[in-house]
DNA sequence: AACTCGGGGTG
DNA sequence: CACCCAGAGTT
């Protein structure tokens, strides 16, 4: 009895068109490839940082506060030993403040459990809390060379482009489809630049909404510029956003404004606390009416929850005095 | 599978 | 204003 335990099968490919694309890609790359600080690097904690930083952040964000980061924390083990509330002030304005205090987790982890040296295997890294399969692969292969296959939006957008055609109205295989079809075009022995090259273009060429098909070097390789030249729409742009428009299944747009969420409340304890004077508390009562103006008493269980959200998330320490940074 | 989690840049 | 982004953990 054949039990669908296994991941689909994914769309066999031509070795032909993937050497091609290979080729043509790689030799792309070693002209374009853009200037990244991580890029000359060797040290696996370094590499680290950045994955971490770069997770939903664009690379222009990340630039400056990458070099700040590494200044502050030099090491794994000046960054293990330092104070979370430093970790957390460090890390504005990047957003997703749970990455900060989750880097220095790592960081402990890899100390107690790995004698102080990040693991250079996926299944290692795995064992890590806060380093997913993404990061995990990004890890291997950039900092130990590891010739293994990564997936993030760029690289599943590029290679969905490329092998399967446009991703829309909807994807044609899902994520561990991806991922084996990432490890079937990976080319030998060139992991790093691959997989470098494949976010490069993803985030200068092959973009999301609005890709520049015309600056392309895969152009004649691209089963979606294919599939877009046969429609109306084309140039790429349009034919993109008329069928993501139509693929749109509910609008599900944001019930209330941003600034009433409780990610914005979040973002406005943290920040707040970040510029507090070391060690001091601030009493709820107090923290209330900061953050919001008409504050009343009939919303302090609302405040409690998001506190307590925070302290689950290691970005608070309440006591019955008030709360400050970990 | 769907939700949550920031914040700045862009058209 | 809407959408985007080198994801991961939780429910």
């Known amino acids: 009895m054949a039990k669908q335990t296994l991941s689909s099968p994914v769309p ?45 952040t664009q690379v222009d964000r990340v630039l400056p506060k990458y070099q700040q980061f590494l200044t502050a924390f030099p090491t794994l083990e000046a960054l293990a030993a330092a104070p979370t509330a430093d970790v957390i002030s460090v890390w504005v304005p990047l957003g997703y403040n749970r990455r900060a205090v989750s880097l220095q987790s790592i960081a402990q982890q890899v100390i107690s459990r790995y004698a102080g040296r990040i693991p250079d295997t996926i ?53 561990a489809q991806m991922l084996t079809l990432a490890e079937q075009v990976l080319p030998p022995g060139e992991a790093y630049p691959w997989n470098q090259a494949l976010m490069d273009l993803g985030a200068t060429v092959c973009t999301s909404n609005n890709p520049l098909c015309m600056n392309c070097p895969l152009q004649t390789e691209c089963i979606a510029y294919a599939e877009m030249s046969q429609h109306s729409l084309f140039p790429s742009g349009a034919v993109l ?21 409780n990610r914005y409340f979040r973002g406005r304890i943290v920040d707040l606390l970040r510029s507090l004077p070391p060690e001091e508390r601030l009493p709820l009562s107090t923290l209330g009416p900061l953050i919001k103006a008409d504050f009343s008493s009939a919303q302090e269980d609302w405040l409690q929850k998001i506190v307590t959200g925070l302290v689950k998330d290691g970005l608070l320490d309440a006591n019955e005095d008030g709360v400050k940074l970990p």
Not at 243 to 256: H, N, S, T
Request: charged share 25%; hydrophobic share 35%.
């Open 241 to 261: 956003r008329q069928l993501r428009k139509v693929a749109e299944k509910k609008p599900r747009y944001q019930a209330q404004p941003f600034t009433s969420s």
């Open 12 to 56: 066999s490919l031509a070795p032909e068109h993937i050497s091609r694309v290979n080729t043509g890609l790689l030799q792309w790359y070693a002209q374009k490839q853009r200037d990244l600080p991580w890029r000359t690097t060797s040290d696996p904690y370094a590499v680290l940082v950045s994955e971490i930083m770069l997770q939903q």
């Open 123 to 175: 299944d290692e890294l795995l064992t890590l809390k806060g380093i997913g399969r993404y990061t995990a692969g990004a890890v291997a292969c950039f900092a130990y060379r590891k010739q293994v296959a990564t997936v993030d939006t760029n690289i599943r957008r590029v290679l969905h482009r490329l092998f399967l055609g446009l991703e829309h109205p909807e994807p044609k295989v899902n994520d």
